[in-house]
């Protein structure tokens, strides 16, 4: 496995599924029991709890350590869906456009 974290247990190496590249994951603000505000709910969302959703997600990466790193696997992906990197769907739809254009 290319870009995998090896750890040490006692009896011999495991093999961790986390790659390397996304160890910044770890260090995420979104991380924990605020983690569903990144993401729509399963149930119809009003526009202005949408909205609010969104300012609370926000909020947390505005102090998040890796921001960029999150929102530059969200574009490498063309993550289609929730908060990333401070971005909403379309703010990251409207980043790559500009990149590509």
């Given at each position: 496995?290319a870009?995998?974290?090896v ?5 011999g ?16 603000a979104?991380r ?18 949408k ?15 890796v ?35």
């Open positions: 496995m870009g995998a974290r750890a040490i247990r006692k009896g190496p495991s093999v961790s599924a986390q790659r390397i590249e996304d160890a910044w994951q770890l260090k995420a979104c924990g029991p605020q983690a569903s505000v990144f993401f729509p709910p399963p149930q119809f969302e009003r526009k202005e709890e909205l609010e959703r969104e300012r609370r997600a926000k909020e947390i990466c505005r102090s998040c350590s921001r960029q790193e999150c929102l530059d696997y969200a574009v490498s992906i063309r993550e289609p869906h929730g908060i990333w990197g401070g971005l909403n769907e379309l703010e990251r739809k409207q980043l790559i456009n500009q990149q590509s254009g």
